[in-house]
């Protein structure tokens, strides 16, 4: 945006903001995010419960990295968008912050803690590695 639309929007007291997770909003009803699923490059899904993190936390990419997966290939949706798709579904699932898979999309599902537990919890990373080292085989895509 240039700076004098700027300086104009200040002192007409607009306070502009960014949408964070823009992903959110495009994919706010069934369809849309049907849609998006199978025109993108979308390879793991990230289901998380209340708050979706940062696409590029540091813990997120390592997890892509290792599956061969880069964080464009990784989508971060509620649990509210997962219930939107259709029940015969096929997406790998990573079910980041629940105690059981609450919908089963025929792929790969990790189950893990939510990440801020994750992050300072050895026993839980390592759990989370043995699951993709069980289903690595499974992510493997030609780039």
């Known amino acids: 945006m240039s700076i004098k639309r700027e300086l104009l929007l200040k002192q007409l007291g607009i306070m502009q903001w960014m949408l964070r997770n823009y992903q959110l909003l ?9 849609v998006s699923l199978r025109g993108n490059k979308i390879k793991l899904l990230i289901i998380v419960d209340k708050q979706i993190p940062y696409a590029y936390h ?9 599956m061969e997966l880069r964080p464009e290939h990784l989508l971060l949706i509620t649990i ?17 912050g629940f105690t059981e898979i609450c919908k089963k999309l025929n792929g790969i599902s990790l189950l893990t803690p939510p990440l801020s537990i994750l992050n300072n919890d050895a026993t839980a990373k390592r759990n989370l590695w043995r699951q993709i080292i069980n289903a690595k085989k ?6």
């Open 80 to 96: 509210e968008q997962v219930m939107m798709l259709p029940n015969n579904s096929h997406y790998h699932c990573w079910w980041l």
């Open 138 to 143: 499974y992510f493997k895509y030609t780039q």
């Open 26 to 34: 495009i994919h706010s009803n069934s369809s849309n995010l049907e």
């Open 58 to 66: 540091p813990l997120l990419t390592d997890v892509a990295r290792s």
